[in-house]
């Protein structure tokens, strides 16, 4: 019989832009399409962010097009994990096997420099298990040391959004920093698809990386993959 593995499906709380009316938060559809990943296998979840409470979510990624934006944003359990998510603080890390930084551009603001990000992803790497992000949720990833101190990213192949696709959006001006410069400042081995906004993905032993929404559902599949195949 299969392992149940949990996971922790982690959120950003931050909803605005310092220049613009416009509201920002999470990007759905890379938490909806990780979890029909995870769904597919019936696995435990839960969801949580760095202020708990309800999630902002980005106007512009509620796309009634989308078949798993619609399926579990209309889910009543899936809802009210998003309007009722577990403050970062109070996790137990030994709770879950895997954890997941899902992106929309408020992530830029509330992951990097929290101290209870950086202590449930060193926990779970460090125990085993698989640490996952997409987008502007790999921003989470950063800051993150090691108990022995070692960077977590340093000479990791890992992606995330990419200067240009933040350039395309016209967004480079509103945020606190450009991921991919941060990365590679960080001494990450950065790779990006050959085109903006298509699906890719990167893998270092535990560590999985998406650049943009596109690679949500890859990511969950390899995941499950490491966990499940190997």
Not at 24 to 50: K, Q
Not at 170 to 178: D, H, K, S, T
């Amino acid at each position: 019989m299969d392992p149940i593995y949990r996971s922790l499906i982690v959120c950003t709380s931050h909803a605005d832009f310092p220049g613009r009316p416009q509201k920002t938060g999470l990007w759905l559809s890379e938490a909806t399409h990780f979890h029909d990943e995870l769904a597919s296998r019936n696995l435990p979840y839960d969801i949580a962010s760095p202020k708990g409470g309800p999630i902002p979510i980005d106007e512009r990624s509620i796309d009634k097009r989308d078949t798993a934006n619609e399926k579990w944003y209309n889910n009543p359990m899936f809802r009210q994990k998003l309007e009722q998510s577990v403050p970062l603080s109070k996790v137990d890390p030994a709770a879950y096997q895997i954890v997941f930084f899902s992106g929309g551009h408020g992530a830029l603001w509330d992951f990097p420099d929290n101290p209870d990000v950086q202590r449930i992803t060193r926990y779970v790497y460090e125990n085993g298990g698989m640490v996952a992000a997409v987008g502007h949720g790999v921003s989470g990833l950063v800051n993150v040391t090691l108990s022995d101190g070692t960077p977590l990213i340093k000479n990791r192949q890992l992606t995330g959004f990419s200067n240009m696709e933040e350039k395309l959006l016209r967004l480079g001006e509103e945020v606190p920093f450009l991921l991919e410069d941060a990365l590679k400042e960080k001494k990450a081995l950065y790779s990006k698809g050959l085109l903006p906004f298509i699906t890719y993905i990167e893998m270092d032993e535990r560590l999985v990386t998406g650049q943009n929404p596109l690679s949500a559902r890859k990511v969950g599949r390899k995941v499950l993959e490491e966990m499940y195949e190997k």
